[in-house]
């Protein structure tokens, strides 16, 4: 069992940045960043593979978005940079304790998910 806690989220102007965590209590082998606005489906922004830091993102996030780890702390990141208003959704961290068939931004692919923490953007 991992729990996952998500902090960092909050209310910026556009062209802010904003540094996602996401810590989890145990062992995982894949963290993943979603998010979901309000009246959309959740989607997959990035994703890194623990072991190794292998980074995937989605078309959205590229350019903008850097995923990292700390594995000292047990810690993941979102740093969202340039931020615009349809950036603004509730963002979630998910976790996998193992390889994810499918694709790693599949979010029915992962157990372990954190309450999210809010990212709003004002223009």
């Known amino acids: 069992q991992v729990q996952l806690v998500e902090s960092g989220g909050g209310s910026v102007q556009a062209g802010g940045s904003l540094r996602l965590s996401c810590v989890a209590s145990g062992y995982t082998y894949r963290t993943t960043w979603f998010r979901q606005a309000p009246g959309k489906e959740r989607e997959g922004v990035a994703s890194i593979r623990i072991h190794d830091g292998t980074r995937y993102y989605a078309d959205s996030a590229k350019g903008r978005f850097t995923i990292s780890k700390d594995n000292a702390e047990n810690t993941v990141y979102l740093q969202v940079n340039s931020l615009k208003p349809e950036d603004t959704a509730m963002y979630y961290c998910?976790?996998?304790?193992?390889?994810?068939?499918?694709?790693?931004?599949?979010?029915?692919?992962?157990?372990?998910w954190g309450p999210g923490t809010q990212v709003t953007v004002s223009s």
């Open positions: 998910a976790a996998a304790q193992g390889a994810v068939a499918g694709g790693p931004l599949v979010s029915n692919k992962y157990k372990y």
